[in-house]
Nanobody, 120 residues
């Protein structure tokens, strides 16, 4: 099992910045990638950005150039730096980890989520 705990959400004005953190613990070996998803009220959860343990990143077009994901392997943490925030970025942000089992099956693990609200 992998436990993920997010922190850093809150209320910010449009144009502002926030930095989310996610700490991974438990059976973290064989984690292949980590990422962030978000879910706005009344909408489905959507992928935002991800990073492999090798450092390769991918980011959704909707946040590209504004959001940056990074990983601290030594501390088993992943971060999401969010700049130039817009009201449409308002959502619950979830940390995700993908782990490869010995069988070759991949499993997803999720944090409890942290609320980000962009409003004046």
């Amino acid at each position: 099992q992998v436990q993920l705990v997010e922190s850093g959400g809150g209320l910010v004005q449009p144009g502002g910045s926030l930095r989310l953190s996610c700490a991974a613990s438990g059976s973290i070996f064989s984690i292949t990638a980590m990422g962030w998803y978000r879910q706005a009220p009344g909408k489905q959860r959507e992928w935002v950005t991800s990073i492999t343990t090798g450092g390769s990143t991918n980011t959704a077009d909707s946040v590209k150039g504004r959001f940056t994901i990074s990983m601290d392997n030594a501390r088993n943490m992943v971060f999401l730096q969010m700049n130039s925030l817009k009201p449409e970025d308002t959502a619950v942000y979830y940390c995700n980890a993908v782990k490869r089992a010995d069988s070759g099956t991949y499993y997803d693990y999720w944090g409890q989520g942290t609320q980000v609200t962009v409003s004046s």
